[in-house]
């Protein structure tokens, strides 16, 4: 297909998904489900009736449950799809109905707090693995999800010491099979990662949309109306969903905290730089950062289209 999903799958890889939570993420995993084929049953839960009134009528699922506990019932793939915060009540809640082989997965930004989550409240004979889809765009709720989402994005698992190769290997399946590339590693150290790579500009751009508002020489008129390029891709992330990432940065606080004080004191050299015109410092920095802007569009990560590509954004598929 010219979307980059491929053909469905002739054989589904898990006969029963349940999906807690139908965002952006949880909506992406139950289109591309469905497109491919790679489960024989969707059943999603959401803790809202007016979102799972919505996932009915946009046929997201096969059925849909009025609580996570009845979801899972004889799931053989879970995936929590909630903000971090609320993964240990839900796991605690789903506990008792999990079906013993079962696989059980989310889609958080932090991963650490998940598998301290997983390991208290999940039963001894599921496989818990924690998993990290890294994907998304600054819209969420159930309308917002397309089969493409996770089209050459990566997907990080972090299983714990001891897990189940061959469950590893069939989530891996899963998300291959959805289009992602898998990446495995320890949840310490994806935390890590993604407090630089995600995280903390989440939190700059909440920061200097936030700065920005409160400028009292500037109205707030001006302030949209004269909003240059790099402006508006900032309130483009700022405009992110405020819970999950109120659960990211409560989650993985040590990480972050630690890439911010690592950004403080390069702040501070650039800081140095332009009151001491170091003309040559900035143009060094400046040639340094561009090559990691083109070895990011080099990887397929982003695309080199005018304005990132993104006035063709309302083209993408939904279906």
Known sequence: MADGLGAPLAAPLFERLALIGLGLIGASIARVAKRKR?????????????????????????????SAAAAVDGADLVILCVPVGAIGAVAEEIAPHLRKGAIVSDVGSVKSAVAAAFAKYLPAGVHALPAHPVAGTEQSGPEAGFATLFCNRWCILTPPDGADPKAVARLSEFWTAAGANVEIMSAAHHDLVLAITSHVPHLIAYNIVGTAADLETVTRSEVIKFSAG??????????????????????????????LGRFSEDLTALQRMIRNGDAQGLFDLFTRTRAIRRGIIAEGQETAAPDFGRRTGEEQDRS
């Not at 024989?40 to 046929?59: F, N, P, T």
């Not at 900032?234 to 972050?256: C, H």
């Open 230 to 259: 790099g402006f508006r891709d900032f309130t483009r992330i700022a405009a992110s969903d405020p819970t999950m990432w109120r659960d990211v940065f409560l989650n993985n606080k040590e990480a972050v905290l630690e890439m």
């Open 38 to 66: 790679l489960v024989g049953h969707i059943v999603a839960a959401d803790s809202s009736e007016e979102v799972r009134k919505r996932a009915a009528e946009l046929g997201l699922a096969d059925s849909i449950a009025k």
